[in-house]
């Protein structure tokens, strides 16, 4: 198994880096929370998980140990593979996602594409012993007045968008112009398609 990956970031797009370890450059598939801690020409160091198929190798990166674990327990649950696993990760953080499956919040879960309602059901059942509870001590109150205010997939696409080297200005000009696509969406908007909308949209001004 490959635990971690570190080195310079030699590129980054809107679901991979690429961090160059040893002359050889590792493709690692992120969500756009952890694509957001990166910048080309610095180091990193980026948990990982090696997802091996008959035609592929895959290495899906995380920015920590935590999101890691999670992404691997997620997949014990029947029906989840690596791509469902990571979708959820970067809807919700593994805390949140802790606290959706031990307060069967099956609101908080349809809110990742490709999960129904009977799939949240059958997550919560099957994922309720393995997770295990949320570990930081926020509250379902603090929870629910942070989603007053802001969107939260604004500031995740905003800082994306920064992290591949964009000007702030030209990243919330970016988020305004894709916001419409994101308010058409139903539940918490997916951010791959935002962040390819708005690098179409900084492309096009360009």
């Known amino acids: 198994m490959i635990a971690f990956v570190s080195g310079p970031v030699a590129a980054l797009g809107p679901t991979s880096a690429?961090?160059?370890?040893?002359?050889?450059?590792?493709?690692?598939?992120?969500?756009?929370?952890?694509?957001?801690?990166?910048?080309?020409?610095?180091?990193?160091?980026?948990?990982?998980?090696?997802?091996?198929?008959e035609d592929s190798l895959t290495l899906y990166g995380f920015a920590d140990d935590d999101e890691r674990q999670t992404f691997e327990l997620l997949?014990?649950?029947?029906?989840?593979?690596?791509?469902?696993?990571q979708a959820m990760l970067a809807t919700l953080s593994?805390?949140?996602?802790?606290?959706?499956?031990?307060?069967a919040d099956e609101k908080a879960l349809t809110a990742v594409p490709g999960i129904g309602k009977?799939?949240?059901?059958?997550?919560?059942?099957?994922?309720?012993?393995?997770?295990?509870?949320?570990?930081?001590?926020?509250?379902?109150?603090?929870?629910?007045?942070?989603?007053?205010g802001p969107p939260p997939w604004t500031e995740q696409l905003h800082t994306a968008l920064v992290g591949l080297g964009y000007q702030p200005r030209e990243a919330e000009e970016a988020v305004?112009?894709?916001?419409?696509?994101?308010?058409?969406?139903e539940g918490v908007p997916e951010i791959g398609p935002?962040?390819?909308?708005?690098?179409q949209t900084l492309n096009r001004t360009k």
């Open 18 to 53: 690429v961090v160059e370890v040893g002359g050889i450059g590792m493709a690692v598939q992120c969500t756009p929370h952890t694509l957001s801690t990166l910048r080309i020409g610095e180091q990193a160091r980026i948990a990982t998980s090696l997802v091996v198929r």
């Open 75 to 85: 997949q014990t649950a029947s029906g989840v593979g690596p791509r469902l696993a």
């Open 94 to 103: 593994p805390d949140a996602l802790r606290l959706a499956v031990s307060t």
């Open 118 to 148: 009977k799939g949240a059901q059958k997550l919560i059942l099957e994922l309720k012993d393995r997770l295990g509870q949320p570990l930081g001590t926020g509250t379902l109150g603090a929870q629910r007045r942070a989603a007053a």
């Open 176 to 185: 305004e112009a894709v916001t419409p696509q994101a308010e058409a969406q």
């Open 194 to 199: 935002l962040l390819r909308a708005a690098l």
